[in-house]
């Protein structure tokens, strides 16, 4: 079987053009939803909270990102889905079932149907490639020819259908990172959890390894939960993302949406490597206030799903000519996703424009050219 083509036998949910719903009156497979879930951890040091009151839907067949800074809860509520953390209070539900509920057959049976990727590779050395994927079914005792089948499946479809008789240590980052999202495959979940799962490689196989689960996402219609602290890896794979800080939900929305108008400081400010300096010059002379009644102020405005602010009229609000210093602009989901930085005439007030775009904000002010 070539790279990238499946069998029958390795159709593992129902595709995403179907996935939203309900199949009679059940949700569909790969549906996660989360009811008031709170985590706190308690030690010698005294109790932290960990996870704060989270309640969301993640529909199936959806990409679904979780982003917050170190220490926000990624990781503590990724792994409230497979209960390898259990919740203080609040429900995990996996399909519609409360996964708390679960006796140890029914955990292990959910854990199979829950495939996780993590940052290092945890490959064993002394193991092939094909070894090493078929892990989970030698443990699940599943038959040799089956175990046979489904790991040629898997390696075709991650593209190293050469590499079975590999060692791990012939191969390189991006293909370490294959062989576990092979393993996490082999057993047919109908979600997968990737735990930072790009954060060990380059930004060239990143997107390689990305566009590999974009792929898997759309032939096989699972669910794909991934946690990251990079705005980029959100940008690129991405159809809904959820803002973490302190525990608690900052934001959640539309990827192109929470890009394109962050409401949450914790947001703008993951955002902010991805947004365009202004220029040196600009930001040389830029003063946090005005100075003189001649300053200009310097304005930002976002936009999504829209085309750009006209510049005449923004203009024509402010009574004034205004000079644009930079914009950027991008497309997200299909919908438009920028930015434009402009400088007000001498003397208009700012307050004409942030009272009509929601977005606007004064960025600083600069002395009016002579």
């Known amino acids: 079987m070539s790279a990238g083509v499946l069998s029958p036998a390795i159709t593992l949910a129902t595709p995403v053009a179907a996935a939203a719903g309900t199949v009679a009156g059940k949700p569909r497979p790969g549906s996660l939803r989360f009811e008031a879930v709170a985590k706190t951890y308690h030690s010698s040091a005294g109790a932290v909270e960990a996870l704060k009151d989270i309640s969301l839907d993640i529909a199936p067949g959806d990409i679904y990102g979780i982003i917050g800074r170190s220490g926000a809860g990624k990781s503590s509520l990724l792994r409230t889905i497979n209960r390898l953390e259990e919740p203080t209070t609040g429900r995990v539900l996996v399909d519609g079932e409360d996964i708390s509920r679960l006796d140890e057959a029914g955990l292990v049976a959910l854990r199979r149907r829950i495939g996780m990727i993590f ?4 490959l064993l050395s002394a193991r092939t490639v094909r070894e090493n994927v078929a892990l989970p079914l030698i443990v699940a005792g599943v038959a040799k020819e089956e175990i046979r089948t489904r790991t040629d499946e898997v390696l075709a479809l991650v593209g190293l259908s050469d590499k079975g008789d590999t ?14 999202v092979a393993r996490a495959l082999v057993s047919r979940p109908e979600i997968l959890l990737c735990d930072e799962a790009t954060s060990a490689l380059d930004p060239e196989t990143t997107l390689s390894i990305l566009e590999l689960l974009r792929d898997i996402n759309r032939k096989l219609g699972l669910t794909i939960v991934l946690i990251t602290h990079e705005m980029s890896v959100i940008r690129e794979i991405c159809n809904r993302v959820l803002v973490l800080e302190g525990g608690a939900i ?7 949406q929470v890009f394109g108008a962050p409401r949450h400081d914790a947001t703008r ?11 040196p010059e600009l930001t040389a002379n830029l003063r946090p206030e005005a100075q003189t009644p001649r300053d200009r102020a310097v304005i930002g405005i976002s936009y ?5 602010p006209d510049l005449q009229a923004l203009a024509s609000a402010t009574k004034g000519a205004v000079e644009l210093l930079s914009a950027s602009v ?15 005439a001498p003397g208009a007030k700012p307050a004409a424009l942030t009272s009509q775009h929601p977005s606007a904000k004064v960025i600083g002010y600069v002395p009016a050219d002579d």
């Not at 060692?167 to 576990?180: A, E, I």
């Open 304 to 308: 999504a799903g829209t085309v750009a």
């Open 119 to 122: 940052q290092h590779f945890n």
């Open 330 to 344: 991008e497309r997200i989901q299909s919908h438009a996703v920028g930015r434009i930085v402009l400088a007000l």
């Open 167 to 180: 060692y791990p240590s012939r191969l390189s980052g991006g293909q370490k990172q294959r062989v576990g």
């Open 250 to 256: 900052a934001e959640e929305g539309p990827v192109w």
């Open 269 to 279: 400010s993951l955002l902010a490597p991805l947004q365009r300096d202004l220029p």
